[in-house]
C-alpha cells in the first residue's frame, strides 16, 4: 500500500533529485559512445526500474526479521535487475530500428550496460540519494501542516502529522494510532513510515514508532502517551532518553 505526503516542495524537490540523477545517467552513457537522445531514452527507461527499487526496498525492515528480510533483499535485487535488463534491451531495440537499414541492425548492447554490477550500483546509489535526500528534508522543512494520506481497509485516510500518535508493527501490518483513540491498519512497513514521518518522530522499539510531542512521560522501560505504555527496547534506550530529555 502507498503512503504519500501531501507536500508540493516536497515533490518539487524530488522531481529536481530524480531529473538530475537521470541526467547524470545520460552523461555516463554518453561517454560509453551513445548520442545524447540515445543516452537520454536509455536512462529514461530505467527510471521506472529505479522507482520500483527504491518502493520495494522501503518495504523491508532489517530489525523486525532478518533472515526474511535479506531474502526478500535477494528476490528484489534478482528482481530489477530482470526488468533492468528488459528495459536496456527495449531502449536498445527501439534505438537501433530502422526500417532502411534491417539487414544490417545490429542490437548489441555495451557489455558494461549489462554488467550487474554496475547496473545495480547505479540504481543503488539512486535511492540512496533518495533517501538521504528524505532524511534531510525532514530536518529542514516544516512539517506542521503535512497531510499524510494512505490506505486503510481499502479506504483512503488523510491525518496531519499533529493527528498521528504513534505506529506500531504487528507482524505483516502495521495499526496508525491517532488522536481520539483512533486506530487504522495498513500493510506498509514500520520503516518506511519511519523515513516518511522524519525527525519528529523517535522509533523506541523494533515494533514502536512515536511523535516525539505527543509523549507525555518517560519511565525505566517505557514511553508514555497520554494513558498508554510503550516499550523502550535497549537497541532504542540511550537515543529515547537522550531526545525525550531534551525535548
Known amino acids: 500500500m502507498c503512503i504519500f505526503a501531501t507536500d508540493m516542495k516536497r515533490f518539487a524537490i524530488f522531481a529536481l533529485y530524480w531529473a538530475a540523477a537521470m541526467l547524470l545517467l545520460t ?3 554518453c561517454s560509453m559512445g551513445y548520442r545524447v ?15 520500483i527499487f527504491r518502493q520495494m526496498t522501503a518495504r523491508l525492515d532489517f530489525s523486525a526479521n532478518r533472515r526474511e528480510s535479506i531474502k526478500s ?8 535487475l530482470t526488468m533492468a535488463f ?12 530502422d526500417y532502411r537499414q534491417m539487414s544490417e541492425l545490429d542490437f548489441s548492447v555495451p557489455s558494461m550496460l549489462l554488467n550487474p554490477v ?14 538521504g535526500l528524505g532524511k534531510m528534508l525532514g530536518k529542514r522543512l516544516p512539517e506542521a501542516e503535512e497531510t499524510i494520506t494512505f490506505v486503510s481497509d481499502r479506504q483512503s485516510v488523510t491525518l496531519s502529522r499533529q493527528e498521528i500518535l504513534y505506529v506500531e508493527s504487528c507482524d505483516t501490518e502495521v495499526w ?3 488522536t481520539e483513540g483512533r486506530r487504522f491498519r495498513n500493510k506498509t512497513s514500520i520503516s518506511s513510515w519511519e523515513r516518511l514521518l522524519g525527525a519528529e518522530y523517535l522509533r523506541i522499539h523494533r515494533s514502536f514508532l512515536v511523535r516525539l510531542s505527543a509523549c507525555t512521560g518517560l519511565e525505566h522501560d517505557n514511553v508514555l502517551i497520554e494513558d498508554t505504555r510503550l516499550p523502550i527496547s535497549r537497541k532504542y534506550k540511550e537515543t529515547v532518553q537522550e531526545r525525550l530529555k531534551t525535548k
Open 176 to 178: 496508525v494510532h491517532a
Open 37 to 51: 537522445p540515445e543516452a537520454l531514452m536509455l536512462s529514461t527507461s530505467l527510471l521506472p526500474v529505479a522507482i
Open 118 to 131: 554496475f547496473l545495480l550500483s547505479m540504481l543503488t546509489l539512486m535511492i540512496i540519494g533518495d533517501y
Open 73 to 80: 533483499l535477494i528476490f528484489i535485487l534478482l528482481f530489477v
Open 86 to 97: 528488459l528495459a536496456v534491451h527495449v531502449a536498445q531495440s527501439i534505438i537501433l530500428f
Open 27 to 29: 552523461f555516463i552513457l
